[in-house]
C-alpha cells in the first residue's frame, strides 16, 4: 500500500482515444474507507472493486494489511493489483480533490435534518453519474458506525441502499458489493454509456464558492447555526446540480463583488459611526 501525498492523486480515468467518435468517456469513481477495522472487510471491497471494472482503492487510516493477512486472502485477484496499489490518504485530501459521494444505512426522515438527506439509492445515484463528467469518490465508512454526521456534511451528496426497517444496516463489504453492482454500467463496458452531457467545475473551484458563500452569509449577519445549516444546504444543493466550470466561475465572480461591496459598507458604518448591516 502506497503512502498518501499531500493531496490525494486524481486518476481522470479517461481513456486518451475517448469513445468511437473521439469524446471522452465518463471518469471511473475511486473508493475511498474511512478507519476500516478488519483487513477482511478491505480485501473484500477489492474484490468487488475488481469484479466490477474498479482499480484505485483510497484508505483513510486502515490497519496494517500483511501479504499473507486476511485483507489479501479475501481479496481475490484484486490482490494482484487493486489491494497492493492501494493509497493511504487523508479525509480531507479526499474532500478536497473529488466530488464525494458518502454512504450511509441511516438516512434523515424528512428535510430536517440535511447530514442524511436528500440521499439517493445506488440506481438514482448511477443514473445521476451517467452524465456528469468528473473525479468522483465513493466513500465508506467504519464498520458498525460509518460515517458520523460531521463528515456526511462535508461530503457533496449521500447514498444509502434501501432494505428491511428491521434491519437496514449491511455489512460493509456487503454494501459496496451491492453498490459498486448497481454502478456496473459506469465502469464495466464503457462503450455502453451515453454522451457525457456535463463537465462538472473542478473541484477547488467548487470548494472556493463554499469559501466565498461562507464569507457572504458571516458578512451578512447570519447567526452562527443558521450560517451552518446553509452552508449545508448550499453544498447539497451544489453536490445535486453538477455545476459547469463557466457556472461555477460566474458564481465566484458575483460572490466575490458581493463580499467585496459588504466589506465597503462596513468600512464606511464605522467611519461614520453608522449601524452597522442589519442582522436577523
Excluded: W
Amino acid at each position: 500500500m502506497s503512502g498518501g501525498e499531500e493531496d490525494a492523486t486524481v486518476d481522470d480515468g479517461v481513456s486518451a482515444e475517448g469513445d468511437e467518435r473521439g469524446r471522452p468517456t465518463s471518469r471511473k469513481p475511486v473508493v475511498v474507507v474511512v478507519e476500516p477495522e478488519t483487513p477482511g472487510n478491505i480485501g473484500t471491497i477489492a474484490r468487488a472493486m475488481k469484479n466490477f471494472g474498479l482499480t484505485d482503492l483510497k484508505l483513510v487510516d486502515p490497519p496494517e494489511l500483511k501479504e499473507d493477512g486476511e485483507a489479501y486472502g479475501f481479496a481475490g485477484h484484486a490482490r494482484e493489483d487493486v489491494l497492493p496499489n492501494a493509497d493511504e490518504v487523508t479525509f480531507d485530501e479526499v474532500v478536497a480533490n473529488y466530488h464525494t459521494v458518502g454512504t450511509t444505512a441511516i438516512t434523515g426522515e424528512d428535510d430536517r435534518s440535511h447530514e442524511r438527506y436528500p440521499f439517493k439509492t445506488p440506481v438514482e445515484l448511477r443514473e445521476s453519474l451517467k452524465t456528469v463528467d468528473a473525479p468522483t469518490a465513493i466513500v465508506f465508512g467504519r464498520e458498525g458506525r460509518g460515517l458520523n454526521n460531521e463528515e456526511l456534511s462535508r461530503l457533496d451528496e449521500v447514498c444509502s441502499i434501501p432494505a428491511d426497517d428491521d434491519y437496514p444496516v449491511l455489512n460493509l463489504g456487503q454494501a459496496a458489493t451491492v453498490l459498486l453492482y448497481e454502478l456496473r454500467d459506469l465502469t464495466v463496458d464503457e462503450t455502453q454509456l451515453p454522451d457525457t452531457e456535463v463537465t462538472r467545475a473542478p473541484e477547488a473551484d467548487v470548494e472556493r464558492f463554499h469559501d466565498y458563500f461562507g464569507e457572504f452569509l458571516e458578512a451578512t449577519g447570519q447567526r452562527e447555526h443558521h450560517r451552518a445549516k446553509n452552508e449545508l444546504l448550499m453544498r447539497r444543493l451544489l453536490g445535486r446540480a453538477h455545476p459547469t466550470e463557466r457556472e461555477i466561475h460566474s458564481l465566484l465572480g458575483t460572490l466575490r463583488k458581493a463580499n467585496t461591496k459588504l466589506e465597503h459598507a462596513d468600512h464606511l458604518a464605522a467611519k461614520y459611526d453608522e449601524p452597522v448591516y442589519p442582522s436577523e
